[in-house]
């Protein structure tokens, strides 16, 4: 039997390290491979089966039989090649085990290096945090500071000037306000130091319930600060007041380096807008995990909204004051203002109105506005009213107290009710009343004449906001607008809110004034009364009927009032009577033909004269200066309105009110004619004086004199007033036209003019003038 060969098992050659080389090992790296061993040695029991299996092998090597010798060498061969397998996977396995603990420990290194720059990250976002809070805090100290000097030293030292600056106080307007709502909030910051882990929420908390102080301080302050720049403008102007303001401004700060007022006046509008920047820089450096994280969101986006509330506060005001002011244009000035553009943009206004009354456009309904509007306009109604009123009510006491009675002595021996009635009538104008009138005058009137002058700013920004709808509506509908037309929406936009907004608030002033001062005026009217009665019951003993019973006193109190008013009303009467009495004034020679045609056109009976000028302002209404004479055709207009009656002006036909019209009553006798030659009548028109000096013009005629039949009221500077029966002088018997129905005359007092030729008349001389005539 052949005895197979035996197989060769494969080599494996494994590079080991040089121990001898290798350096010393420290403790640790001892640790890891001895740690390595135990770790190689386990995998390695695990893939042998472990010693006792192994032991079983061997024992069972040895019982075999000798016939199997053959066998178990085969066998041996085999067990020799698996073990060089073992071998080979075992240090595969140990070079994987290296190279897992190694990335292990690199992962372990990353984590402590990530840690670490997390750390210091977040230890340099703590540092810039706190500086920035330290920024603000000191920012803000810094602030309080320049403010402080600036009203202090700085305008202290300007009041000084001689003379000071005009409208000194108008440039620190508000700035007291804001110096206060920054002295609290720093009050309230230096309760903990920028160190403290509170101090960031109390710096929130602080500002959040100062943000409405904060607010109203320097919104007034922005919108007012436009009057400082222009202020500061006007004092450039005047170089020696400048160069003045400037030397004080550098010695008060030298420090600084400021060259004017507007370095300092200039720095609250910088700080309220530094704020958001602020804020948001320590918001970016605070850790979200911060317990005061949202609420430091909370401030930032607080201190956004409130620069963004005063910016439009501070564009609404300057809108307001645009539109608000009234400006008094000469015609002059409103004909250089005129060009292309305002007359094409008025023609547009007024077309699209047109188009509104007559149906042709829709009109933008806004029920809002238009209640507060008609509002308004009642408001506006009633408060001229009660001014007017009032004005009236202290017009006629200043007449009462302007009647000194007192100062006039009735010779009334022996009647003690007279001297008791004086004293208390110099009681009461030398004490009651003027006291009484100057309460008036400084509780009622001054503040009515205020709160009238108030009303033109919302009037002329209702009047603005009209014009701007119309502009509006033109250009509505369009799909495009140009910069123009945006502009004119965004005016628009703001003027309605603006009036929205404020519109309600100033009503609501304005009737809670009105009704505080009707209540002023009841309780004015209260203690002139207790005053009166404290006056007459001091006087009450000496006055009649004082003996009687309170009931007596009062019903002969009633009679005494009842008779005095029954005389008052029959004199009344009277004087009525009296008045009424038509006064006839002599026509001149115009109003003479005038009067003759009307009357033989529409008879005496209807024949009236005008009381009063009369300006007309309706359709068909006729403009008719005082004295002209009328023929009228109907007593009332085509609506039946019989206010307005139809009459005929000699050629002119239209309405007249009836108010201004009194019935003509002719003279009994006809003015004589002139006693000059007649003349070509001329053209009529302005006579000017023409008279040189001269031998007189009747020169001709020296056993006369010329006299003034009827009394003549001049209407003119050109002319002269005439009284019936005194003599003048005739300088010329026409004008300078030459027209005789006119003559320059001169009168007793040396006043020259012109009167009617046919109100003179010629006498004798050798019959002498009457009673207190003298001749030139």
Not at 171 to 177: A, G, K
Not at 206 to 232: G, M, P, Q, R
């Amino acid at each position: 039997m052949e005895v197979p060969r035996r197989l060769q098992p494969p080599t494996l050659t494994l590079t080991l390290a040089n121990p001898a080389s290798a350096p010393p090992c420290s403790i640790g790296a001892k640790q890891k491979s001895s740690r390595r061993n135990g770790m190689r040695q386990k995998i390695r029991l695990e893939k042998d089966g472990g010693p006792e299996q192994q032991q079983e092998e061997k024992e069972e090597e040895q019982d075999a039989p000798a016939e199997e010798v053959v066998r178990s060498e085969e066998t041996s061969q085999l067990l020799d090649v698996n073990q060089a397998q073992r071998s080979r996977r075992s240090s595969e396995d140990s070079f994987s085990e290296d190279a897992l603990v190694s990335e292990e420990e690199l992962a372990e290194e990353a984590r402590r290096k990530s840690e670490a720059e997390k750390a210091a990250a977040r230890e340099r976002e703590a540092q810039r945090q706190l500086m920035s809070i330290e920024e603000l805090v000191q920012s803000e100290r810094s602030f309080l500071r320049m403010l402080e000097l600036s009203t202090g030293a700085i305008r202290s030292s300007l009041q000084k000037l001689q003379p000071p600056p005009a409208g000194l106080d108008g440039m620190f307007l508000y700035t007291q306000e804001v110096m206060d709502v920054s002295a609290r909030l720093l009050s309230e910051l230096d309760r903990f130091q920028p160190g403290d882990p509170r101090f960031l929420e109390n710096l929130c908390e602080s500002f959040l319930a100062l943000s409405s102080d904060i607010e109203a301080a320097y919104k007034e302050y922005l919108a007012n600060y436009s009057h400082v720049t222009v202020l500061e403008n006007a004092y450039k102007q005047k170089e020696a007041l400048w160069k003045e303001i400037v030397t004080v401004v550098k010695a008060s700060a030298p420090e600084v380096n400021a060259s004017s007022l507007s370095f300092f006046l200039v720095m609250p509008v910088q700080r309220i807008a530094r704020y958001p920047l602020l804020l948001q820089t320590i918001q970016k450096h605070t850790d979200p995990s911060h317990p005061a994280c949202a609420l430091l969101d909370k401030t930032a986006h607080t201190s956004v909204a409130l620069n963004c509330r005063i910016n439009e506060y501070k564009r609404f005001r300057e809108v307001a004051d645009k539109y608000k002011k009234t400006e008094n244009l000469t015609i002059r000035d409103k004909i250089v203002r005129l060009n292309t553009h305002s007359i094409a943009k008025k023609t547009a206004r007024f077309s699209q109105h047109i188009k509104h009354e007559t149906g042709m456009a829709p009109k933008v309904v806004d029920e809002e506005f238009d209640a507060l509007e008609g509002f308004f306009a009642v408001l506006d109604h009633g408060i001229l009213q009660l001014l007017e009123n009032v004005e009236t009510y202290l017009f006629n006491l200043q007449g009462f107290l302007e009647c000194r009675t007192e100062e006039f002595d009735f010779d009334m021996e022996g009647e003690k009710s007279a001297v008791s009635y004086k004293e208390i009538t110099t009681a009461l104008r030398q004490w009651v009343l003027p006291t009484f009138e100057k309460r008036m005058r400084t509780l009622i009137h001054k503040p009515l004449c205020a709160l009238r002058d108030l009303l033109v700013g919302p009037r002329n920004l209702i009047k603005k906001r009209f014009h701007k709808l119309l502009d509006y509506e033109v250009i509505e509908g369009k799909a495009s607008l140009s910069f123009e037309e945006q502009e004119v929406v965004n005016t628009y936009k703001t003027l309605n809110t603006l009036l929205l907004n404020e519109l309600p608030r100033f009503n609501g002033v304005a009737l809670q004034m009105i009704w505080s001062m009707l209540g002023t005026f009841s309780c004015l009217h209260k203690d002139l009364t207790a005053d009166m009665e404290q006056l007459f019951q001091s006087f009450a003993q000496q006055l009649p009927h004082s003996f009687l019973s309170h009931g007596a006193f009062w019903e002969w109190a009633e009679s005494a009032v009842l008779d005095g008013a029954r005389s008052l009303h029959a004199l009344c009467q009277t004087v009525e009577e009296t008045l009424s009495v038509p006064v006839v004034q002599p026509l001149s020679p115009t109003s003479h033909r005038r009067l003759q045609q009307l009357t033989g056109k529409h008879g005496s009976g209807k024949i009236y004269q005008v009381t009063s000028s009369v300006v007309g302002s309706r359709d068909l209404d006729l403009s008719l200066a005082k004295g002209e004479l009328v023929a009228v055709i109907s007593g009332a207009d085509t609506r039946g309105d019989k206010r307005r009656w139809l009459v005929d002006a000699g050629g002119r036909r239209g309405y007249v009110a009836s108010s201004k019209l009194i019935r003509y009553h002719q003279a009994a006798e006809d003015p004589p004619p002139s006693p000059h030659p007649g003349l070509p009548e001329t053209v009529s028109g302005n006579r000017r004086y023409s008279y040189s000096p001269g031998p007189p013009a009747h020169t001709s005629q020296p056993c006369f004199q010329v006299l003034a039949a009827y009394n003549f009221t001049a209407r003119g500077n050109h002319e002269v007033s005439l009284q019936a029966g005194r003599p003048v002088r005739v300088l010329e018997p026409h004008d300078k036209r030459g027209n005789p129905e006119w003559s320059l005359v001169e009168v007793a007092s040396g006043q020259r003019g012109y009167v009617p030729s046919n109100y003179l008349t010629l006498i004798p001389l050798e019959a002498g003038p009457p009673a207190g005539f003298y001749p030139f």
